[in-house]
């Protein structure tokens, strides 16, 4: 579990830029909850206003879970002649971007995505533990 959150520090300054004043890019960080169950990695994120075609969910390098969105939220328009926003606190965002490294025990051809009501979960199955070795003890004659 601990290697869901060890991120190198170059990819933490991409995913987490208001955490650095280097660089200026308009990335967005994405909140996140991680649940650890039996048998997934569940993982639960908060993108509201965008659609599910504004999200993509790939794996890169064979164990890198890469959550990204190059989609704007969308402002609600008004038709009417001299319509204006009076106060705007909820700034559109550009560009999302979150990146985990999976565990060992991940089983990247498994993983599943399901986006509702600004919610985005992506699952990822765990392989079952490898058996354990048997002992056997061999006589000697």
């Given amino acids: 579990m601990n290697q869901l959150l060890n991120f190198p520090e170059s990819i933490e300054k991409l ?3 208001s955490r650095s004043n280097e660089g200026s890019e308009n990335r967005g ?6 649940l650890d169950t039996q048998k997934d990695y569940i993982s639960y994120m ?17 164990n890198t879970l890469v ?10 328009e008004c038709e009417e002649e001299g319509c204006k926003y009076v ?8 560009k999302l971007m979150k990146k985990f490294r999976l565990p060992d025990n991940s089983n990247v051809s498994s ?21 354990k070795s048997k002992t056997v003890e061999v006589a000697i004659s």
């Fill in 111 to 131: 993983i599943t995505a399901k986006y509702e009501n600004g919610v985005l979960t992506v699952t990822v199955e765990k392989l079952p533990p490898p058996p």
């Fill in 87 to 94: 106060r705007m606190e909820r700034k559109p965002t550009h």
């Fill in 46 to 62: 908060d993108v509201p206003g965008l659609s599910k075609s504004d999200i993509q969910v790939t794996v890169e390098d064979e």
């Fill in 29 to 34: 960080s994405i909140p996140v909850d991680i």
């Fill in 67 to 76: 959550i990204r969105s190059n989609g704007k939220r969308r402002r609600e």
């Fill in 15 to 17: 995913v987490f830029p």
